[in-house]
């Protein structure tokens, strides 16, 4: 008896090992991915407000209610208007949501909650996880940079912190419970991409430059603002990072098995991506496709048939749910009519398909038809990216007061643009000018050779990636309810790979490693707490509060970019302003996530660590 | 090194063992219901103050609308009854303009009450003149019916 136990006890531990092990390199890599990954979550949960931010998230979570019960078509809509609510189609069986691929994601977690609800206060659970975390994360953190203070008094703050936030703790509404859900599984979905980001960055230039990549993505920029927000958009960078970083390892591995195997993981992400967002899943898989062979050593038949087969497997449960949804494979939610006559953004080409129901299209036909609607929209935005500079200048640089946008924000100017929601990316401007530098030194015929490097590779990718996200929304923008111009979302963990990939931002980050770490806490503690007095002397609402970061971080981008581009140029300028200078912006970023989080938009539910709701309500802001 | 690898464990351990005894607190934690029903009783007031001036501001830093300002005012109760209902009303006619929030009054109520408004915005293509009329109400709300306690012309200046 004691033998059987024992050894199945033996084989139960190694099964245990080997699935973390697994889990472990999947997703970490290093204790650093850990450590990174363990603060973000921490971060996050700073200001996670428990509810529906925007009404979109209404329908995803009316999703996750039917699909927690068994069916894809909507039955039960308790959030937001209904089945009127923007998202909602009308499917093969009835009204059916969107964003499928993260509602599954979402399933274990909302049964989690509901076990965990049902035993326990899950107010305290929740409060108890973020405190556990934050010791998981100081611990990490403590051994890795060899401080044992970091360890004994981060451990001793994450009991205090639990211990104060417990005391206040109230109920959570079961009700709730689908809204957390999908809330946890999107702040892992964007703290995972910090993780990528860093690994990938890591993997290119070495660890320290990686680390600061990956810490910018999660702390800086807009990716913590749509966090916890029930927004699609963490799981596109997620995605599009994950790929990236496969990408880069197929091409920095010594035997051609192992490049083989990173190839075809490469193409795992956008196949998940697919099953979340099929037009954004189009513009990463047509780039890393042709990017990928044109530049491989070896495209043989082996090669090729297990790419294939990787891709195909990986896009089962996209072909699984669109038959279930609109009884076409190909035809993802987003191609049906809306069921609301008052439709959202999609790209269904306006709900007119109506004729889509009644005869069902064989599959080839369905492709051709989407790939001729996307190519005709992705030419709109090609045009509209070469002829209207005004719009660029309002999506990329200077937002301010629009009165199109502004009705339908509550006339509000709480519309920014990509430079002033992530100022950081700023020293970018500096790219032209190293790569014009770099072929006039090395002349047109090392250009070739260089594409098919690592790097190369990687790049080719991530800007191609980058303007076809570009072109296929800008046409659509600037618009209402972004914030931060979410549709363009994967631009920011791209520009900050691209700002690593920047020879001057590089060499001053992993060169004044110092410098940058206390520039960057010394604008977010000190820095935020000056923003917080000004705003509050001036008595500022909460679209003068907005304009007002706008304004900063275009100031700290606007020396970034010239510090860029001089030290690009010439060696003369220092490089340790540039390191504090990338800092300053992050911590822009930084500042304008946390405050808007705790204050501007507090309203978008109670805090889940109650202590910030006592301290949301004490500062005199808007 | 041996206090750091240890403290992270014990700190761990106590808020899981918390965590875990939340569970009969959840019980005990959950609201009471009120009584009463809102909105019904009455009150009497001795006195209400109400500002002289309300305020649109021009939003700054890039911000181009209005920002509806008007200072709080002030209730002297007599007396309550049950749980009625005051509310707090701006009237700008000439915009077409009105916005009001409610106060609940009860038992707990003190003697006296800061009525405020909350800020509110108007689109910079509605505001023309340099000043406007407006008038300020405090309006008792029982069920069905609404009585005016107190009623203030005043005039709402523009500032650009």
Same mark, same amino acid.
């Given at each position: 008896m004691s033998t059987l136990d024992s050894g199945l006890t033996a084989r139960l531990a190694a099964r245990t090992e080997t699935v973390r092990t697994v889990l472990w390199r999947l997703l970490f890599g290093d204790r650093v991915g850990l450590a990174l990954f363990l603060t973000g979550l921490c971060f996050f949960g700073l200001?996670?407000?428990? &509810?529906?931010?925007? %009404?979109?998230g209404s329908a995803i979570a009316n999703t996750l209610v039917n699909v927690a019960d068994g069916? *894809? *078509?909507? %039955?039960e809509v308790p959030y937001?208007? @209904?089945? =009127?609510? #923007? &998202?909602?189609y009308v499917g093969n069986d009835g009204p059916v949501g969107r964003n499928y691929g993260i509602v599954v994601l979402a399933v274990p977690v909302f049964y989690a909650l509901q076990g965990l609800g049902a035993v326990f206060d899950l107010g305290v659970v929740l409060i108890g996880v973020w405190s556990l975390a934050l010791v998981g994360a100081v611990t990490t953190v403590g051994r890795l940079v060899e401080r044992e203070w970091v360890v004994v008094g981060g451990s001793a703050l994450a009991v205090v912190a639990f211990v104060a936030n417990v005391a206040f703790a109230t109920p959570v509404d079961p009700g709730l419970y689908p809204i957390l859900a999908l809330q946890i599984v999107g702040m892992l979905a964007a703290v995972l991409s910090g993780v990528f980001c860093y690994r990938l960055v890591a993997c290119l230039h070495g660890r320290r430059i990686g680390v600061a990549a990956g810490t910018a993505v999660v702390l800086a920029t807009p990716v913590a603002f749509w /966090? /916890? !927000? !029930?927004?699609?958009h963490s799981f596109t960078v997620l995605c599009i990072a994950a790929a990236l970083y496969a990408l880069a390892r197929s091409r920095t591995a010594d035997e051609h098995s192992e490049t083989r195997r990173f190839r075809a993981l490469a193409s795992v992400p956008v196949a998940l991506l697919a099953w979340i967002h099929a037009a954004e899943a189009l513009l990463l898989f047509a780039p890393l496709v042709v990017v990928d062979f044109a530049t491989a050593d070896r495209n043989d038949r082996r090669t090729l048939a297990v790419i294939a087969g990787t891709f195909a497997l990986s896009l089962v449960p996209f072909f699984l749910t669109n038959l279930l949804v609109s009884g076409n494979p190909v035809e993802p939610p987003r191609m049906l009519p809306s069921y609301s006559a008052s439709a959202g953004l999609d790209l269904s080409g306006g709900g007119g398909g109506g004729a889509v129901l009644d005869i069902p299209i064989p599959i080839v036909g369905g492709l051709v038809r989407i790939a001729l609607r996307f190519v005709s929209l992705l030419g709109e935005g090609v045009v509209v990216a070469f002829t209207d500079p005004v719009r660029l200048h309002r999506v990329f640089l200077r937002g301010g007061y629009l009165s199109s946008v502004a009705f339908r924000d @509550?006339?509000?100017?709480?519309r920014l643009t990509v430079l002033e929601s /992530?100022?950081?990316?700023? &020293?970018?401007? /500096?790219a032209p000018v190293a790569a014009g530098l770099w072929i006039r030194r090395? @002349?047109? %015929? +090392?250009l070739g050779s260089s594409l098919r490097s690592p790097t190369g590779v990687v790049d080719t990718v991530a800007l191609a990636s980058g303007l076809l996200f570009v072109f296929l929304f800008l046409p659509r !923008? #600037? *618009?209402?309810?972004q914030v931060t111009v979410r549709y363009l979302h994967p631009l920011y963990l791209l520009g900050v790979y691209g700002l690593a990939r920047v020879p001057a931002i590089r060499s001053a980050v992993t060169t004044h490693w110092r410098t940058t770490g206390l520039a960057y806490g010394g604008t977010v503690l000190i820095g935020g707490q000056l923003v917080v007095i000004v705003l509050a002397a001036i008595d500022a609402g909460l679209g003068e509060a907005v304009q007002f970061h706008a304004l900063l971080a275009l100031a700290a981008a606007t020396s970034l970019a010239a510090w860029a581009v001089v030290r690009t140029l010439s060696d %003369?300028? #220092? =490089?340790r302003a540039g390191a504090a200078l990338v800092s300053v912006t992050a911590g822009a970023g930084t500042i304008f996530v946390l405050l808007s989080g705790i =204050?501007?938009? +507090?309203?978008? @539910? =109670?805090? +889940?660590?109650p202590v910030v709701r006592w301290l949301s309500a004490a500062l005199p802001l808007a | 090194m041996d206090l750091g690898s240890s403290v992270p464990y014990v700190a761990a351990a106590v808020i899981l063992v918390v965590t875990l005894a939340s569970g009969p607190l959840a019980i005990a934690d959950r609201p009471a219901e009120q009584p009463t029903q809102i909105g019904t009783g009455s009150v009497t007031i001795s006195d209400v103050r109400l500002p002289e001036t309300a305020t649109l501001r021009q939003g700054q830093f890039g911000e181009a609308s209005y920002y509806v300002q008007v200072p709080p005012a002030t209730v002297v109760f007599d007396g309550i009854e049950g749980r009625p209902i005051l509310t707090y009303k701006l009237e700008i006619a000439a915009l077409g303009y009105t916005r009001e929030s409610a106060f609940f009054l009860g038992p707990?109520?003190?003697?006296r009450m800061q009525f405020s408004l909350e800020r509110d915005e108007l689109p910079p293509e509605d505001v023309r003149n340099d000043s406007y009329a407006g008038v300020l109400r405090v309006v008792e709300r029982a069920g069905e019916e609404s009585r005016v306690v107190a009623e203030r012309n005043v005039t709402v200046r523009v500032r650009r």
């Open positions: 200001y996670w407000r428990m &509810g529906i931010y925007i %009404t979109d069916r *894809v *078509v909507l %039955t937001g208007s @209904g089945l =009127e609510a #923007p &998202g909602t /966090a /916890a !927000l !029930l927004k699609r @509550g006339y509000q100017a709480i /992530a100022p950081i990316l700023a &020293g970018f401007a /500096a090395r @002349g047109r %015929t +090392a !923008l #600037p *618009v209402h309810a %003369t300028v #220092p =490089e =204050e501007y938009f +507090a309203y978008a @539910g =109670e805090f +889940a660590l | 707990d109520t003190g003697e």
